[in-house]
């Protein structure tokens, strides 16, 4: 049970090493496939004058430096970060973004208003305009995270970022940890009139992003779109006017991830686990564990091509500040998702096949899943009701389970107290 042990406290015992303290703690071994190679240590070896404690914005991108400075560093966040603020700590709204680039949401709508513009990309000056604004907002809210780095809040002050993304691109061996990540908006949506049949408005910056990254530690933080919900967003051309992408989304390759003990709240397109059917193959290999998600309509996550284990996570599928579930987990593009002893609460008249989705090549085994206390075979279920089959066999097995319990029964207690930021002491 080690990483139930993990959250007790800042004071944790290492067999190795004797007591390890919150900010210079490793993940643990065999604690899901961010445990593998040579393990994440994150900023674990940070000297003092590498070790930073920050509770702005600019204090933040000072702690971060270069991305290309891999001298190990620990980051402690004190309170909540807002990231539209200046350098100063002056609040920024949409509006400042967009000043002096001519874009204004008006006149973008009368640009591109499909009857007149037509089903075409939106092209010229107010696009143009547009993106120069989200280029403003872009530099100001995304923090680009170097290898060896752990970011993590300080206990006891409600520690989290707001409005910002956190980007871990192309690095390695990095902890984030007890943060809760909120409000993480883009001003300028793109109209897309390609994007389906009826067009969509399609946003940017997920909370956290993984690109191209390895040996990545998600632990104890809290995800959500508080408190600018979707049931509270405009209609423009019939669309939802969209401001929310992913909440943590791992994709172009990234490899070797662990995401335990989160708590994954209102939201809308949660979890990519590959952001295309030909992302890359041998990698995208990611553990699920003791994480809490409600209030979550898809992706959770949406699995492709990789090596995915999943287990001992609560589903809350209760309609939740508007966001009503569509569905759970979705296995495409040949994903071998294993998805074990995990426990889902349905409302009444809900249908455990509608828990899952995929595109007819991906795979979902594991066994022990509970549906409102019953064991049920979800891919059965799920299989019965729908011609795109999802395979029940995969071609790997899980061995880095640290953790790992064998009943689902009591995650429901267990994990209301275990999870999300906050926690940690």
């Not at 980007?167 to 793109?190: G, M």
């Amino acid at each position: 049970m080690a990483a139930a042990g993990v959250g007790a406290g800042v004071l944790v015992l290492n067999a190795n090493a004797g007591p390890v303290d919150l900010y210079h703690q490793s993940l643990p071994a065999k604690d899901g496939w961010a445990a593998s190679g040579s393990g994440t240590t994150g900023g674990a070896k940070a000297d003092s004058a590498h070790t930073f404690t920050v509770s702005t914005r600019a204090q933040l991108v000072k702690a971060l430096g270069s991305v290309t400075d891999t001298t190990p560093r620990i980051i402690k966040v004190k309170g909540t970060i807002d990231a539209n603020t200046s350098d100063t700590g002056k609040k920024l709204t949409c509006a400042d973004y967009a000043s002096g680039t001519g874009y204004s949401l008006s006149a973008y709508l009368k640009a591109y208003d499909p009857a007149t513009y037509g089903k075409k990309a939106p092209a010229g000056g107010q696009e143009n305009a547009r993106k120069a604004a989200a280029d403003q907002q872009k530099k100001n809210i995304v923090f680009r995270v170097p290898a060896n780095t752990t970011i993590v809040g300080v206990p006891g002050t409600g520690a989290g970022i707001r409005g910002g993304s956190l980007q871990v691109q192309n690095v390695k061996n990095v902890i984030v940890r007890n943060l809760a990540f909120s409000a993480t908006e883009d001003c300028f949506p793109q109209w897309d009139p390609t994007d389906g049949s009826a067009g969509e408005w399609n946003s940017a910056y997920d909370s956290v992003t993984l690109r191209g990254a390895t040996n990545v530690w998600a632990d104890h933080n809290t995800f959500t779109d508080a408190p600018t919900f979707d049931k509270s967003l405009k209609t423009y051309f019939g669309r939802k006017y969209q401001i929310h992408d992913g909440a943590l989304d791992i994709t172009n390759g990234s490899d070797l991830v662990t995401v335990e003990r989160n708590v994954f709240d209102c939201h809308d397109k949660t979890m990519l686990i590959g952001s295309s059917d030909t992302d890359s193959t041998g990698k995208l290999r990611v553990t699920l564990h003791h994480n809490v998600w409600k209030g979550i309509v898809q992706r959770a996550p949406l699995a492709r091509i990789g090596q995915i284990h999943l287990y001992n996570n609560l589903y809350d599928t209760t309609t939740l500040n508007g966001y009503t579930p569509k569905y759970s987990i979705d296995s495409r593009a040949k994903a071998q998702v294993v998805a074990e002893h995990n426990a889902w609460k349905l409302p009444s008249g809900a249908k455990a096949a509608k828990l899952l989705s995929g595109d007819g090549t991906g795979s979902i085994a594991g066994t022990g899943n509970l549906v409102n206390g019953t064991s049920t075979d979800l891919v059965a279920a799920y299989n019965a009701a729908n011609s795109k089959k999802i395979k029940t066999t995969v071609n790997w097995k899980p061995t880095l389970t640290a953790g790992l319990q064998t009943s689902a029964k009591n995650l429901a207690t267990e994990l209301a107290a275990t999870t999300g930021a906050g926690v940690l002491k």
